[in-house]
């Protein structure tokens, strides 16, 4: 994948987690078009995060997106047991390759 | 409320070419700013971003597949259509449709596919 995003994270209820999202100066070094979606097993990605830093209406304020240089990050705050899925990464990568995501992280519940 | 949903053939054979159809409704890609694109999702594995139309007919593709894919849109009927040529069992994948809105739309989550459809599921297999 375009971007890099660990395999795998975990964390206990109540903690707090965060993932990177590796690009290049190419993609999220020079956008602030980064994206995070949440997908469960079977079902379609919801997004999450937008512009790296937005919330969309609706999503819990324990989920907090930012961005430095060619990383950007997701933070989940006061982890829920329905927050165990996969977390997709997203950025406009310009006008020809246009949009590139990462592999995906799948998040644990412990 | 806003609503996606993609139909085409759950199964093709190798070198055929696939047509899948996103019914959109509660937005209308007449309307300035707004953008389908179509992505997909092999079993198991990562998203990946196919192509995109825009409100005033411009097109975008994954350069790496540029040459098989054809993305259109009938507004009459609220419809996008992505043509892949050649088939191949690696296309095997759950192919999704979703909208994109632009800032000045004032609505959504803009420039990020804010609004999927349920995913259709193809099988590349003679």
């Known amino acids: 994948s375009a971007l890099s995003q660990p395999a795998s994270v975990s964390g206990s209820p109540g903690q707090s987690i965060t993932m990177s999202c590796a690009g290049t100066s190419s993609n999220i070094g020079t956008y602030d078009l980064v994206s995070w979606y949440q997908q469960y097993p079977g079902r379609a990605p919801k997004v999450i995060i937008y512009?790296?830093?937005e919330r969309p209406s609706g999503v819990s304020i324990r989920f907090s997106g930012s961005k430095s240089g060619n990383t950007a990050s997701l933070t989940i705050s006061g982890l829920l047991a329905a927050d165990e899925a996969t977390y997709y990464c997203?950025?406009?990568?310009?006008?020809?390759?246009?949009?590139?995501f990462g592999g995906g992280t799948k998040l644990t519940v412990l | 409320q806003v609503t996606l949903k993609e139909s085409g053939p759950a199964l093709v054979k190798p070198t055929q070419t696939l047509t899948l159809t996103c019914t959109f409704s509660g937005f209308s890609l007449t309307t300035s700013g707004m953008r389908v694109s179509w992505i997909r999702q092999p079993p198991g594995k990562a998203l990946e971003w196919l192509a995109r139309?825009?409100?005033?007919?411009?097109?975008f593709y994954t350069t790496s597949l540029k040459t098989r894919l054809t993305i259109s849109k009938d507004t009459s009927k609220n419809q996008v259509v992505l043509t892949m040529a050649n088939m191949d069992p690696a296309d095997t994948a759950t192919y999704y449709c979703?909208?994109?809105?632009?800032?000045?739309?004032?609505?959504?989550?803009?420039?990020?596919?804010?609004?999927w459809g349920q995913g259709t599921m193809v099988t590349v297999s003679s």
């Open positions: 139309i825009d409100w005033d007919d411009d097109k």
């Open positions: 979703a909208r994109i809105p632009s800032k000045w739309n004032n609505e959504g989550a803009p420039d990020a596919f804010d609004i």
């Open positions: 997203c950025a406009f990568a310009g006008p020809n390759t246009q949009w590139v």
């Open positions: 512009e790296a830093t």
